[in-house]
Structure formats: C-alpha cells, structure tokens
C-alpha cells in the first residue's frame, strides 16, 4: 500500500463575528484523509481553543510550514457542495461580506445546529400551496409564435450548457411563465434541474401551483414563512435529489441542488432580491447570474419593467441578451388608464381619498359584477413635503432626490449629500402655499370604501393584515374564487396575479413611491404603477385603470399611463448619466450605527475625511455624511456617506468593515 501524498485543509473559521476573509491552514491526519471533503465543517485548534470550520479547499501542500491538524469531521455530508464555496467566496470579496457569514447564510440554521439525521415530521405546510389532486392535470400548451422565439435561444443555451443570461422583458399578461415553464422541462429532460426566483409577496398559491402542477411531487418550495424545521427538510430534499426544482424566495438561490441545469429570476425587479438589512447584503439577481457563470448553464430574468440596471446592459452589453415578449398572450389589449388630477380634486374640496370618478367607476365595476383592486402604497408619505398647488415635492439641488422632513427640527435634509434646508413657506417652484402631505393609508380608504359601498364584500391586504401565516394565501384565496368584490391592498397585490374577475385597478395615489427619498424613485413608481395597471384585463370583460396623482407631468406617471417602458427608460437613463447614479456609476452606503448620535455622526465624518482623498485618487465622490433615512433604528442612531464612481477598485479594500458598520455595496 503507497501511503498517501499529505494533505491540507483550509479551513474557514465558523465563527459569530469571524475575522473577514480569513482562510486557515490545517494538516490532514491520515485517519480522516478518506472521509474529508469540501464542504464540511471539522473541528481545529484555534489559538487555545477549538472551534468549527468550513473546509474550502484540500491541497496537497501549504505555504505555511508547522501545521496543526484537523481534528474530527463534524458533518458526514458537506453542508456545502464545491459550486457553492465558489459562489460563497464571489458574494465575499464583491459585497465584502465575512466569508463565513455567507456560508452560514448558504445552510438553514436547522442544520448547522440541528441534530444531524433527525428527520422533522413531515408537515403540511408547504403543501399547501400545492392545489388539491381535483386540477392538478397540467394545462395543454401551446406556445404563441412570440413565446417560441423567445424559449429557442433559452433551450440551445440550457442544452449546450452555456453561461448565457437573458432579460425576457415581456409585458404584464405576456405568458413569461409559460416560457419558464418550457425551459425547466428542457432542463428536467437533460436529467437537470432548476431553480426559480420569485419576489417574497408574490409567492401566492398561484405562482406555486403553476409549477407544482406541472412537475408534480418534483416542485420544493423555499420561502422565509417556513419554519426552521420545515426549511431543513425542503433544503434535505433538494440537496438528496428527491426533488429537481426549487421555487423560492432570494435566499433560494442558496439552494444545495446538485445538478442545476438553468436559473430562473421572476420579475427581476422585484425588490425583494435585495437583502439590504443584514449580512450578507446580496443582490439575489446578481448571485443569480454569478451561479450561471460557475456552473455554465442559462440563466433568465424575467420583467415586464426590468431594473434599468439590466434593460440598460441587455440593450448596449453582450452580458445580456434580450428576448421580448412585446404582446399580451392571446392578444388581449393591455387596459387603458385614465388619469385623475388630485389638485383639482381638492380645490373643489374634495378631501376625501377617492375622486368623483373613481367612485363612479367603482360603483360600476360592482354593478357588472366585476372585482376590484385599489391600490394604496402608503409608505413614507408623512415625511416628504409637497406643494399643494404645483403638486411638485421639495427636492435636493444636489441630487434631484426628495427631502425628508424631520419633523422636530422643521429641517429638510438630503439622504445621500446631507445638503439641509429649513422647512420653506412658500414652495421654491411656484411660490405656492406648501403642503405636508399626510396622505390616507390604507386602513382609512378601507373604512371610507365600507361607507360608500356597504353591500360590497371587501378585503384588505397589507402588512398588517398578514401578521399570521397563512393570512396572505388567505386572502388571495378569498378573491380569487370571487368570494370577494373589492380588495384593498399595498404592493402586495401588485405583481403576479392574474385573476380574470378584475375589471377595475384604482390607483389611489400614485406619487406616494415617487417621493421616496431614493434616486431609483422614479423607476420603483413607474415599474408599480405599470405592475398594478397590469392586473387588469386579464379575463374576457373590458377592464380600466384609473390613476389618481398630483404630479400628472411626471414622466413615471405619463409613461406608465401609456404602457411605455422604453420611452420611460430611455429618459430615466438619460437623467441617470447626467446626474452620475447607476447605472453609469456604482454606490455604495456606509452606514454607522451607535447607542449615541454624536458618535455615529462622529464616526462617519472621520471615515469621509479618511476616504476622501482615497476615494479622489481612483475618481472616487465620498457624499455626506447625513442621517440615515431610517434615523434611529432599535435604539440606535444611524448616520451614513455614500460613495460614487465609475469603478469601486482601488476604494474597495479601504472601507470600513466590522463593528457599527454596515457596507451597502450596490444599495438599491
Ligand atoms: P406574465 O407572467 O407575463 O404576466 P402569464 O404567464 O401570467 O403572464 O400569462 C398570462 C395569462 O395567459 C395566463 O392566464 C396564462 O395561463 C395565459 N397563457 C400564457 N401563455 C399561454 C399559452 N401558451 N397557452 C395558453 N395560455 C397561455
Ligand atoms: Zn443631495
């Protein structure tokens, strides 16, 4: 018998607060060279303890000379497959997020900790989103012509194993998930699997049903309701290949699935695929397309109002191919939306929520037993200051982004400059009498709604109405089979639905996102007024939007008015390369956060003198600093600087990481 050749293990520490991108070296007993592998967690000395770690790599040598040895193997099975610990250690360097922080991103709690094997009972909840055997018969399809042209790039590419990425910018109604459909069954035919993104609001029974019934006892389903026990399993599930395609929410694409043979993103905008309020702060689409550059198969982004970010490199990358689906399926006509001018409205002292027409149009909608969605997104709105006779909201000179009010201190401030004003008289646009808008939320419209339609039979979906589990299945349920006539609700009901009965989307107030203290406001409003106005029309019956709004001018209120996305996008991108925002820059936020203000504000000033002539160096803007949007948040204050340029090398390595920092690296 020839012994074998040494072997090390480089491991990384499994630690709470773990040295960011540390790797140790550890020797390989002979003992332990048969069952060791990539992906599971041994234990090591430590400095004088011994703690848990990730191995990530076997060699055959170390540059390090005396070794110390690995100890036991903690885990029989990798918690991590190898394509995994690639993946873990792009998300790392690029969003400078701990190493080990990613990877105990990457395995459900349940399993890090749990007792390994034990099997939890099984439960039915994730079942339930899978409709009862009485309609679980696939539906015959056909694809259109426009769905053929679209699928046949998406099955070569699946077929030949290539890294290519595609945008299916196709509009509401246009049968994207069909096209998804066709080319998971390309990738389950090649003995393959698949994992599809979808945004956390929309994970309806619906969107689940439409895979679970055509891949039946095949379709796991991730999402963060699930319990840890429930996650486990699923995640058990995917990783022993009982199961071939995964649906969930951003963290699925996390999902330990063997063989993957395409990646699918709906609605790629959502923007949920974020994490943006702990480590690591991911862009879900973007792990997405890394996972296909890992493992060299396809990967799709779907959207009927894609992030400019990917419009913007699908139109003049070759990252990107587009693929469009121009048409609503069967040729319906997407509906027409009508616009009502809030400012008139209240100059004839109409102070309620609801214009003459829209309660006219309600009314009618419930005589012809049509359903009907009003749609209110009240985040926000008390803190921004409007103008009550030009409509327009009062805006940074630097950054073309709305003020925030701070009430307290009747001062104005700017997010991302710090540039302040004093909370004006008279609006600077129009010298007219300046308003602050209040703005009714949803729960008010609700009661006015009762008041002035007491036979309808109404619902309300928002944040607080699905506290419990199972609420929001609940609820769509409920309307769906029409034991409903008119539902209330925030974006929540925006994307992803597609119910027949809707005859009517009321828009309630459509500036609400537009004011957001955010460079990407006009975009998130255009992309959730086009969303909404999309539930319409989807059945037989003609169906109408209308749109209440003070700011009937707003490029994001004319365009999505008309169903144009390009027009919409090729202004907003404009605007973008002349104010320097992404995608002609990349940002980042660094946010401090301490138990006192002048600390974190402290911090932050001494950290933007730092960075500044670092930054100057590599064409590098250091902005700020200025309160965070959210101020104080959990008892502690939050101050931040943003960051701008080009290209972030050259910065990058110089931020700061570590305790009472958060580094936001593409924020958004
Ligand atoms: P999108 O995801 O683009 O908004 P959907 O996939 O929800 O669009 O499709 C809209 C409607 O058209 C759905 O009811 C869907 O079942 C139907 N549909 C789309 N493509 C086809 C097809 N090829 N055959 C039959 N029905 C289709
Ligand atoms: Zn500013």
């Known amino acids: 018998m020839t012994a074998r050749p040494p072997l090390v293990a480089r491991v990384v520490p499994d630690l709470p607060a773990g040295p960011p991108g540390q790797i140790y070296d550890y020797a390989v007993p002979e003992s332990l060279q048969p ?177 679970s019934i055509h891949f039946p006892d095949r379709v796991a389903v991730l999402h963060s309701a699930l319990t840890p026990a429930e996650r486990g399993r699923e995640w058990r599930r995917v990783r022993a290949g009982e199961v071939d395609v995964v649906v969930g929410s951003r963290s699925a694409i996390f999902a330990p699935m063997p063989n993957i043979g395409v990646v699918v993103v709906d609605e790629e905008d959502s923007s949920s695929y974020k994490q943006y309020d702990r480590v690591p702060r991911y862009q879900a689409v973007e792990v997405a397309r890394r996972l296909g550059r890992i493992l060299s198969v396809p990967v799709v982004l779907g959207s009927a109002t894609p992030r400019l970010e990917t419009y913007h490199q699908a139109l003049h990358g070759n990252a990107i191919t587009m693929l469009r689906l121009p048409t609503r399926y069967g040729n319906r006509p997407l509906p027409p939306v009508t616009v009502v001018d809030l400012r008139d409205e209240l100059a004839r002292g109409n102070r309620s929520p609801f214009s003459s027409m829209l309660v006219e149009s309600v009314g009618e909608a419930l005589e012809h037993s049509g359903q009907v969605i009003l749609f209110l997104n009240r985040r926000g709105v008390s803190s921004v200051v409007l103008c009550r006779t030009c409509g327009e909201a009062l805006g940074c000179p630097n950054c073309s982004v709305s003020l925030t009010l701070h009430a307290s201190a009747h001062l104005c401030t700017c997010h991302y400059c710090g540039h302040q004003l004093r909370l004006p008289d008279r609006c600077p646009s129009c010298d007219g009498r300046i308003l602050r808008a209040l703005g009714a939320g949803t729960e008010r419209v609700e009661a006015e709604a009762r008041s002035l339609w007491p036979e309808a039979r109404i619902l309300r979906m928002d944040r607080d109405t699905v506290m419990h589990r199972d609420a929001h299945r609940e609820i769509y349920q409920a309307f769906a089979e029409r034991r409903a006539d008119l539902l209330i609700g925030t974006q929540m009901v925006a994307k992803g639905w597609d119910l027949p009965g809707v005859r009517l989307v009321g828009i309630v107030n459509a500036d609400i996102a537009l004011h957001f203290p955010d460079f990407r406001a006009s975009e998130k409003t255009f992309s959730l007024l086009t969303q909404v106005a999309g539930r319409a029309g989807r059945g037989d019956e ?124 593409d924020p958004g």
């Not at 170390?62 to 190898?82: Q, Y």
């Not at 039915?124 to 769905?147: F, G, H």
């Not at 995608?583 to 001494?606: N, Y």
């Not at 959210?630 to 931020?655: T, V």
């Open 542 to 665: 003609p169906a109408r939007v209308i749109l209440q709004t003070y700011s009937p001018d707003h490029p994001a209120v004319l365009r999505a008015v008309e169903h144009d996305y390009e027009g919409f996008a090729s202004t907003e991108l404009e605007a973008r390369r002349q104010l320097r925002f992404p995608p002609f820059t990349r940002m980042v936020v660094l946010t401090r956060s301490a138990a006192i203000e002048e600390r974190a504000r402290t911090d932050c000033e001494g950290e933007a003198a730092r960075l500044r002539p670092l930054g100057a160096a590599v064409g590098v803007e250091v902005l700020g600093p200025s309160p965070a949007f959210i101020p104080k948040l959990r008892s502690l204050y939050r101050w931040q600087i943003s960051l701008r340029g080009a290209k972030l090398e050259g910065i990058r390595e110089h931020l700061p990481i570590g305790r009472g920092w958060a580094v936001d690296i």
């Open 35 to 211: 069952d060791i592998g990539l992906g599971q967690r041994v234990l090591v000395p430590f400095g004088k303890r011994k703690i848990f770690g990730f191995v990530v790599e076997l060699l055959e040598e170390s540059a390090v000379d005396s070794l110390r040895c690995v100890e036991l193997i903690r885990d029989p099975e990798p918690l991590v497959l190898p394509h995994q610990i690639s993946l873990a250690q792009w998300i790392s360097s690029h969003y400078l997020s701990p190493l080990p922080e990613v990877l105990r991103a990457m395995v459900p709690p349940a399993l890090r900790t749990g007792r390994p094997g034990a099997r939890p009972r099984r439960s039915k909840s994730s079942d339930r989103a899978v409709p009862p055997a009485p309609s679980r018969i696939p539906p015959e399809l056909t694809l259109s012509p426009q769905q053929e042209l679209a699928l046949a790039p998406i099955r070569r590419a699946i077929m030949w194993s290539r890294a290519e990425e595609f945008l299916l910018f196709g509009v509401t109604g246009s049968g994207k998930t069909e096209v998804y459909l066709e080319a998971i069954k390309t990738a389950l035919g090649q003995g393959k699997g698949a994992i599809v993104l979808i945004p956390e609001i929309s994970l309806t029974p619906q969107t689940v049903a439409r895979f």
